[in-house]
């Protein structure tokens, strides 16, 4: 407990992903930093408490943990001892970078095996010494410096227009060289970011391509199950999964329920992927239809642990029956050999009714199924705000316009109508010619000539009327008009 410090600085929480659990301290030590406690890709030394004989050499290779998911062997000389948990000086290119040891002994030579790595090689990399001072303070300096050159980084991409997504950074242990991990759908053509980071961050640049399961592994998360992600604690071999794994297993083909936080299948589809396919072995072809009496039976659904399928009539899917792997195999036989049983009731373990609900015009590949449905409810709602009719302005059409939009008591140039301004909604009526006459007449000048003219007209005798010219009698054959 004595080595053992509680430590605040936001700067540790960069560590977790090392294998550390706190950052590392300059004048301390640092012999019990390393943690087995939600570790990516940790490992147990079950070998450690076997002693080996003083005749056989111990072996000189370790395997050294770096961010993330990096593990990588480094061989050591015959002059230096470490145990597990040493912070340590590797060789890399160019300089050298600073990671902790996670395995060393015997257990390293299975190790090996597994990832069909040879130990005898001649370009495995050495293990320099332990890390001194002043390597653990650039190593501090430069994981504090990883964060702060992701955010910078994809700003110079947007700036840039480039289609990719920077998603981890992992500086050298003496600051010379960072890697960049980032995704993209298409090929990129970043030189020209490569040479803004350079002056930007005065390192060498590494740009490397991963995955999308790579970056989950290198992000980490919980998964649906509740636990972390397998390919971010023990996973390393990404084998492709498809969706007929799926179907084997008798799952639904829902992408929502099927896709991982990569936004692919699952891995741990595969997991019980051999177990289905040794158990259907002995299940007959779901693609025969047993014929009966009754009419033909097609098959719907299989439950491969307590090995039953169920089958439905072809004139009636809402009703299904279950019979056991043995009962269908003899009615399969039967019918090959024209022997048709009366109906399936008869040896149905159980009857279940099939149910349609429907998706009411919806799919599982749509995922903003439900913003849609809100988004149309709220369309309407407005239309009909629209479509009432106001008081003391005639009904106008269920339409929309930039009119509609714009207050009542606003104009065009965003200043207020007068309190009796007067509606222009209604259509007004043209001035009748005759009312400039009217203003004619209503002239002084005017008036007396007007009078004069009347004067006259009152003193002329009146004409008789003039008799009303009798109408042509209506003749087909005569078109040209009568004469007076």
């Not at 390393?236 to 936004?263: E, H, M």
């Not at 072995?281 to 169920?310: C, Y």
């Not at 043995?326 to 373990?349: F, G, M, S, T, W």
């Not at 207020?416 to 259509?427: A, G, L, T, V, W």
């Amino acid at each position: 407990m004595d080595n053992e410090t509680i430590h605040t600085d936001p700067v540790d929480n960069n560590f977790l992903s090392r294998g550390c659990c706190h950052a590392p301290q300059i004048y301390q030590d640092n012999s019990k930093i390393a943690s087995h406690r939600c570790c990516k890709l940790d490992t147990h030394d079950w070998l450690k408490d076997i002693v080996i004989p003083e005749v056989r050499q111990p072996f000189d290779v370790v395997e050294v943990r770096f961010k993330n998911s990096r593990k990588e062997f480094f061989r050591v000389s015959s002059e230096m001892k470490f145990n597990t948990g040493d912070i340590v000086a590797v060789e890399s290119s160019p300089g050298h970078d600073i990671g902790i040891i996670t395995l060393s002994g015997e257990i390293v030579r299975l190790q090996m095996r597994n990832k069909n790595a040879d130990p005898n090689n001649e370009n495995i990399r050495k293990v320099y010494r332990r890390a001194r001072l002043t390597d653990i303070e650039k190593w501090l300096n430069a994981v504090d410096l990883e964060e702060r050159a992701k955010l910078k980084t994809r700003k110079i991409a947007r700036n840039l227009g480039l289609e990719m997504k920077v998603n981890d950074v992992e500086f050298q242990g003496d600051e010379t060289k960072a890697v960049f991990y980032y995704t993209a759908d298409e090929r990129v053509d970043f030189r020209e970011l490569i040479k803004l980071m350079a002056e930007e961050f005065k390192v060498r640049i590494e740009m490397r391509q991963i995955g999308a399961r790579q970056e989950a592994a290198r992000l980490g998360g919980i998964g649906s199950c509740g636990r972390e992600l397998c390919c971010g604690t023990w996973l390393t071999d990404f084998t492709s999964v498809s969706t007929n794994t799926a179907r084997i297993q008798q799952l639904s083909l829902n992408p929502q329920k099927l896709a991982g936080q990569c936004g692919k299948l699952k891995c741990c589809l595969n997991y019980e992927n051999d177990v289905y396919l040794d158990a259907l072995k002995d299940f007959p072809n779901s693609q025969i239809v047993l014929r009966t009496e009754k009419g033909d039976a097609v098959h719907q659904k299989s439950d491969v642990f307590k090995r039953i399928m169920w089958y439905a009539y072809s004139n009636n899917y809402s009703s299904m029956l279950a019979l056991s792997v043995e009962r269908v195999h003899e009615i399969i036989e039967a019918n090959k050999k024209n022997i048709i049983p009366k109906q399936l009731e008869d040896i149905a373990i159980t009857t279940e009714i099939k149910t349609d609900f429907g998706n009411g015009g919806l799919t599982d590949e749509d995922i903003n199924r439900f913003d849609k449905m809100d988004d149309s409810e709220s369309e309407n709602k407005k239309r009909q705000k629209k479509s009432r009719k106001r008081p003391g302005k005639p009904q106008l059409p269920n339409t929309i316009s930039a009119r509609d939009e714009r207050p009542v008591n606003q104009r065009r140039d965003n200043r207020p109508n007068k309190p009796e301004q007067r509606d222009n909604s209604i259509r007004r009526e043209k001035p009748k010619p005759q009312d400039d006459d009217q203003k004619r007449r209503e002239d002084p000048r005017n008036r007396q000539r007007d009078n004069n003219k009347n004067n006259k007209n009152s003193n002329r005798p009146n004409r008789p009327n003039r008799p009303n010219r009798p109408k042509p009698p209506n003749n087909p054959e005569n078109n040209s008009p009568d004469k007076a």
